[in-house]
């Protein structure tokens, strides 16, 4: 059974900083994201690696603010947040695939953890 679970999400001051984690098990996954959903808006890409390239991506909302890094062996990604900002606030979500994919496309991946909260205040 697969099962992907988020961890590292809270309440944090604006300009403050929290790391996400995501454990993979179950299969093996070539590409893993985060996406983030906010109350009333639809869930959108934040931050991709696929580790056969070595490669990652990020939207340009959080470009020089986020990192994205992991243990392919263990299939665990994680998510350095830092200069967070009140528009940052949603529901984190793990997402992974079994290839390459396209990595702003969210159909494209096939397992999705249940989301960890992250508050900003201004």
């Known amino acids: 059974q697969v099962q992907l679970v988020e961890s590292g999400g809270g309440l944090v001051q604006a300009g403050g900083s929290l790391r996400l984690s995501c454990a993979a098990s179950?299969?093996?996954?070539?590409?893993m994201a985060w996406f983030r959903q906010a109350p009333g808006k639809e869930r959108e890409f934040v931050a991709a690696i696929i580790w056969s390239l070595g490669s990652t991506h990020y939207a340009d909302s959080v470009k020089g603010r986020f990192t994205i890094s992991g243990v392919n062996a263990k299939n665990t990604v994680y998510l350095q947040m830092n200069s967070l900002k009140p528009e940052d606030t949603a529901a984190y979500h793990c997402?992974?695939?079994?290839?390459?994919?396209?990595?702003?496309?969210?159909?494209?991946?096939?397992?999705w953890g249940q989301g960890t909260q992250v508050t900003v205040s201004s």
């Open positions: 997402a992974a695939a079994p290839g390459m994919v396209l990595v702003t496309n969210r159909s494209r991946y096939t397992d």
């Open positions: 179950g299969r093996t996954f070539s590409t």
